[in-house]
């Protein structure tokens, strides 16, 4: 990548970057610059991988400069270019990135509600005066289909609940911060 004319180093890693994004990855016969077939596709999937797994990770993009350094043996223009690329698509990858990770599994979360309800009547006298949490899940499944998930908690289960997401945040801060 060090031999690229500064244009062409631009339109390879923007084009990169729209393929991190979900858009197409640029193609030998769109950008000729005389690499073999096998040295193109390389070097388009080190940069790919190193901007996808470590554009967010830092604001001086220094884990970046190091997988790129490792991964492609660039030069440190070169390695500045790519980060000044990177920081002007920040927005763009935060968004793919963070779209990409919700959606793992079947379901995707578009949005959530809340109702609180005072049961004042049962079957039995323990179920009298009775505080419970209503929440209502908007998921859209990988077909695309939209489906309404209600759970009702009591008191007790929104407190394991609240420590079950309180558990998962931490998880998730430690993945982060490795």
């Not at 180093?9 to 991190?20: A, F, M, P, Q, S």
């Not at 640029?26 to 470590?54: A, C, H, M, Q, R």
């Not at 990988?142 to 489906?147: E, N, Q, V």
Request: with cysteine; net charge negative.
């Amino acid at each position: 990548m060090d031999g690229l004319s500064i244009n062409v180093l631009e339109k390879v890693v923007h084009r990169v970057v729209d393929g991190v994004c979900g858009g197409s990855l640029p193609s030998v016969s769109e950008i000729d610059i005389g690499w073999s077939l096998g040295e193109w596709g390389s070097t388009i999937y080190k940069l790919f991988n190193s901007i996808k797994s470590n554009a967010l990770s830092d604001q001086d993009h220094t884990n970046l400069k190091k997988a790129l350094a490792l991964n492609l043996s660039c030069n440190e223009d070169t390695l500045n270019s790519i980060c000044s690329i990177v920081d002007a698509r920040i927005n763009d990858l935060k968004k793919a990135i963070l779209s990409e990770s919700c959606a793992i599994g079947e379901f995707r979360l578009l949005s959530f509600d809340w109702d609180v309800k005072l049961v004042v009547s049962g079957s039995n006298m323990n179920s009298m005066s009775k505080t419970l949490l209503v929440l209502t899940f908007q998921m859209e499944t990988t077909d695309g289909t939209i489906k309404d998930v209600c759970v009702e908690m009591n008191k007790d289960e929104v407190g394991d609940f609240v420590a079950s997401l309180s558990s998962a945040q931490k998880s998730v801060e430690e993945l982060a911060s490795s």
